[in-house]
């Protein structure tokens, strides 16, 4: 038996699933109201409600927790950790409840994952974390001592595409060198070489998206932390939610955009292509890193399903390599594949030790 429970906790929402093998018994994404989420102080409080949630869920769908494998929750922010499979330990826990590296609601999975697990004496395990970090040490090199790049993005669907370009390839994952791109709400441009996520250009220094600024004039930033308009709260949540697309266009949906140009918005159209280009310039980053030898470009999560997007970034770029598209963030079967690896012996989970900042 097989039975995987699948955790992915957002910021308004608790997606899980219950796998048999490859095949989902079932996916719910369970909503947390406003009013739900204002009764506590800190986002880690939200644990106990959120547990208790995604048990009743399960009973709900006929799975009682003693019917399971394992459970594969989504990494939250760690300190920088490799690729692929961890076991969720209690130092795991004590980091992300004490000592993440930021707040973020994927911190919750697993805490969530080892309460569960603990209980029933099963393996839980995080897949492929928020803060991957295998860059090579040359490109985090900037022109300041004191600041240094740092992986961080979406590594769950980007690497999950680059292997499913290497199984339907009938090669290994790390016998390819892809750039993939996540096209979502955030987008992460990486390089895959082997066998690890050589690069990464984020919503820090790469293209703006939805809600993300992205990369911005640095002078006019220092200009406008010098304002007094914005402490550091407000200017982080001005970059990570309220830029992009949202900024530009008052929304963060790009069917919204494109039901815009489809009744004739040229600003729309403008923006809409702008980002396009951004996201071409940013994959031509990743081109020299390895002299231009690239065999393929992946593109995935939501915004793929926009033809126009896609068509807009390809036409860019496919001088540089073919252009593979491969729709939707696939984040729950991402975390069963990647658990199953592990329970089949493919993989072998890593353990993490808590980093404690002195």
Same mark, same amino acid.
């Given at each position: 038996?097989?039975?995987?429970?699948?955790?992915?906790?957002?910021?308004?929402?608790?997606?899980?699933?219950?796998? !048999?093998?490859?095949?989902?018994?079932?996916?719910?994404?369970?909503?947390?109201?406003?009013? !739900?989420?204002?009764?506590?102080?800190?986002?880690?409080?939200?644990?106990?409600?959120?547990?208790?949630?995604?048990?009743?869920?399960?009973?709900?769908?006929?799975?009682?927790?003693?019917?399971?494998?394992?459970?594969?929750?989504?990494?939250?922010?760690?300190?920088?950790?490799?690729?692929?499979?961890?076991?969720?330990?209690?130092?795991?826990?004590?980091?992300?409840?004490?000592?993440?590296?930021?707040?973020?609601?994927?911190?919750?999975?697993?805490?969530?994952?080892?309460?569960?697990?603990?209980?029933?004496?099963?393996?839980?395990?995080?897949?492929?974390?928020?803060?991957?970090?295998?860059?090579?040490?040359?490109?985090?090199?900037?022109?300041?001592?004191?600041?240094?790049?740092?992986?961080?993005?979406?590594?769950?669907?980007?690497?999950?595409?680059?292997?499913?370009?290497?199984?339907?390839?009938?090669?290994?994952?790390?016998?390819?060198?892809?750039?993939?791109?996540?096209?979502?709400?955030?987008?992460?441009?990486?390089?895959?070489?082997?066998?690890?996520?050589?690069?990464?250009?984020? !919503?820090?220094?790469?293209?703006?998206?939805?809600?993300?600024?992205?990369?911005?004039?640095?002078?006019?930033?220092?200009?406008?932390?010098?304002?007094?308009?914005?402490?550091?709260?407000?200017?982080?949540?001005?970059?990570?939610?309220?830029?992009?697309?949202?900024?530009?266009?008052?929304?963060?949906?790009?069917?919204?955009?494109?039901?815009?140009?489809?009744?004739?918005?040229?600003?729309?159209?403008?923006?809409?292509?702008?980002?396009?280009?951004?996201?071409?310039?940013?994959?031509?980053?990743?081109?020299?890193?390895?002299?231009?030898?690239?065999?393929?470009?992946?593109?995935?999560?939501?915004?793929?399903?926009?033809?126009?997007?896609?068509?807009?970034?390809?036409?860019?770029?496919?001088?540089?390599?073919?252009?593979?598209?491969?729709?939707?963030?696939?984040?729950?079967?991402?975390?069963?594949?990647?658990?199953?690896?592990?329970?089949?012996?493919?993989?072998?989970?890593?353990?993490?030790?808590?980093?404690?900042?002195?």
């Amino acid at each position: 038996m097989e039975k995987l429970l699948i955790i992915n906790p957002g910021s308004t929402s608790t997606k899980i699933a219950v796998y !048999d093998g490859e095949s989902p018994l079932f996916v719910e994404s369970i909503p947390h109201s406003a009013e !739900d989420l204002a009764k506590f102080d800190a986002l880690v409080d939200q644990f106990e409600f959120r547990k208790d949630l995604v048990v009743e869920t399960m009973n709900k769908h006929g799975v009682s927790v003693d019917d399971l494998t394992a459970i594969v929750a989504r990494g939250g922010l760690l300190p920088p950790i490799e690729a692929g499979a961890y076991e969720v330990n209690e130092d795991m826990v004590w980091q992300l409840r004490y000592a993440p590296q930021h707040e973020h609601a994927s911190n919750l999975g697993a805490l969530i994952a080892y309460a569960i697990s603990s209980k029933e004496n099963i393996p839980a395990y995080i897949y492929d974390g928020v803060t991957v970090d295998e860059m090579m040490p040359i490109l985090k090199v900037t022109g300041l001592p004191s600041m240094t790049r740092k992986g961080m993005g979406h590594n769950l669907n980007m690497r999950a595409a680059a292997m499913k370009y290497a199984k339907e390839h009938g090669k290994a994952y790390k016998d390819c060198t892809l750039i993939v791109v996540h096209l979502g709400g955030g987008i992460s441009v990486s390089l895959h070489h082997d066998g690890k996520v050589a690069d990464i250009i984020n !919503d820090e220094d790469g293209p703006f998206a939805p809600e993300r600024a992205g990369s911005l004039p640095l002078f006019q930033v220092i200009d406008m932390m010098s304002s007094g308009k914005y402490d550091h709260k407000s200017a982080m949540k001005l970059v990570k939610s309220q830029g992009g697309l949202v900024a530009h266009l008052g929304t963060n949906d790009t069917r919204d955009v494109q039901r815009m140009i489809d009744e004739g918005d040229e600003h729309a159209k403008f923006i809409y292509e702008a980002m396009a280009m951004n996201v071409a310039r940013n994959i031509a980053k990743e081109a020299p890193v390895v002299n231009g030898k690239v065999e393929a470009i992946v593109l995935t999560g939501g915004i793929a399903y926009s033809e126009t997007f896609t068509k807009m970034v390809k036409e860019r770029v496919e001088f540089i390599a073919p252009v593979v598209i491969y729709p939707g963030e696939n984040e729950m079967e991402s975390l069963a594949l990647g658990g199953l690896r592990v329970l089949r012996g493919e993989e072998k989970a890593k353990t993490f030790v808590k980093v404690v900042n002195e």
